[in-house]
């Protein structure tokens, strides 16, 4: 459970409102309803401890991403959503219109980097694009300076990648904003040359490049470490930071805001300080192996260091153009 993971004191500060009574959800009253673009495996079991804690009743949407900040864009003022908790902040991006002005006292509990300038969304966690690679297949020699290099003609076949996850869009929309329209076209046409093996999601491209099936892939950092921890050592893939300070080695934010359609604004916002609380974050480094967002919670030992990664510097408040991104992956044949 997570309530290992602090004391009993603060628990009870968790669970009590501003006067510091604790508090319960009403009977009959409104549950929280949450579009969650992160799967249910990863934050179902923070959003139960929130509820635990509480006693608010949470209502969860589960969806990829970008679906669910389409049917927001659909829903519109009618939306029944109190908040909106993406993958990435291109989701949040693409529906900054929708989202309510964040208090300050939840707002400052991010680093400045990982929440919206216009203190429209927050980040909950960090997630590092990486490369995956088979070690029965490649060394650290023969990887690529840059995610650049995968045009390179050597690796025909043996790329994977998952052009629908709303993580490498993100990330191309970042390419975008760094290299340029013509440049990330030139990218896209060149892996598409290539013959990538196309998968559903991060985790399928994690066991492919371990089996063999191909030689790497384009992740999420912390799919490797769900598969160290329930395999060990011996599990033959790794990660890869590119060191060119490219847009394969961006750093993404999950994060979450709250709809301005929302009349259950006091809820939402005490859902947003559970996430950075020091229980939730401590769930996000030892459970999901994702990078905590503040101060006083260690990152798993296994991962690099945040300010070690050869990041490139974009503002992750300007990834939210999904639709271009979209269209763009489809121009070039990465997307049906």
């Known amino acids: ?12 500060a968790i669970a009590c409102g501003s006067d510091g009574e604790a508090s319960s959800d009403p009977t009959g009253a409104k549950p929280l309803v949450v579009y969650s673009g992160r799967s249910e495996s990863l934050v179902g079991p923070v959003i139960e401890q929130f509820k635990d804690l509480t006693g608010i009743q949470v209502q969860v949407n589960y969806g990829s991403t970008g679906a669910l900040a389409a049917t927001l864009l659909e829903e519109g003022s009618r939306t029944p959503a109190d908040i909106f908790f993406a993958q990435d902040p291109g989701g949040l991006g693409a529906v900054i219109g929708m989202l309510d002005t964040l208090p300050p006292e939840v707002l400052n509990l991010a680093p400045g980097w990982a929440r919206s300038p216009e203190g429209k969304w927050v980040g909950i966690s960090g997630r590092a694009r990486v490369l995956v690679y088979g070690t029965d297949a490649l060394s650290e020699s023969d990887l690529p300076e840059s995610i650049w290099d995968l045009t390179d003609p050597k690796w025909k076949g043996k790329i994977g990648w998952a052009p629908s996850n709303s993580s490498f869009q993100a990330m191309v929309t970042g390419m975008r904003r760094l290299w340029g329209e013509d440049k990330t076209r030139d990218w896209l046409e060149g892996i598409v ?10 985790s399928t491209q994690v066991a492919a490049a371990a089996a063999g099936e191909i030689e790497i892939g384009m992740v999420n950092h912390y799919y490797l470490y769900q598969f160290l921890a329930e395999e060990g050592d011996g599990f033959r893939a790794r990660n890869w930071f590119t060191p060119a300070r490219d847009p394969g080695s961006v750093v993404l934010a999950a994060g979450a805001g709250v709809l301005s359609a929302s009349d259950n604004k006091e809820a939402a916002n005490r859902f947003l300080e559970f996430m950075l609380s020091p229980v939730a974050q401590q769930y996000f480094a030892t459970q999901t ?4 967002l503040i101060e006083g919670v260690v990152a798993d030992r296994g991962l690099p260091p945040l300010e070690s990664i050869a990041k490139p510097d974009v503002d992750l408040s300007t990834l939210g153009d999904l639709e271009n991104t979209q269209d763009l992956l489809r121009d070039v044949g990465a997307l049906s």
């Not at 459970?1 to 009870?12: D, P, Q, R, T, W």
């Not at 040359?193 to 991060?202: G, R």
């Not at 192996?289 to 905590?292: A, F, M, Q, T």
């Open 289 to 292: 192996h994702e990078y905590p």
């Open 193 to 202: 040359a290539n013959d990538p093996i196309t998968y559903p999601n991060n």
């Open 1 to 12: 459970m997570l309530a290992g993971f602090v004391s009993s004191v603060l628990i009870a």
